[in-house]
């Protein structure tokens, strides 16, 4: 009997270093809701980051609620893959 299809899920995290002290968990969702987040996300030039095993912890979190120290090292490495992406973009028009 074939797996079923995974669906696809996503979280947004907003960080405004001079105004937060963390990440926060700004939008989530699994499906329908997931494709329009990374859709909204790639219309605005949001860099995207997979990871099956990071978006089932930060899934667990709540709405607005912050990123919990414990995952500071794993999404460090995420934001500097965001930094690598945005240096690598071509400027805006």
Same mark, same amino acid.
């Given at each position: 009997m074939p797996e079923p299809t995974a669906r696809r899920r996503a979280v #947004? $995290?907003?960080y405004r270093?001079?105004?937060e002290a963390a990440p926060r968990v700004l939008a989530k969702g699994s499906g329908d809701v997931a494709e329009r987040i990374i859709a909204l996300a790639q219309? %605005?030039?949001v860099p995207l980051h997979e =990871?099956? =095993?990071l978006i089932g912890l930060l899934s667990a979190l709540d709405l607005n609620e /912050? /990123?919990?120290p414990a995952l500071y090292?794993?999404?460090a490495e995420v $934001? #500097? %893959? /965001?930094y690598r992406a945005n240096r690598a973009a071509p400027p805006a028009a």
């Open positions: #947004a $995290l907003r270093q001079d105004k219309e %605005h030039g =990871d099956r =095993d /912050v /990123v919990p090292l794993v999404l $934001l #500097a %893959h /965001v």
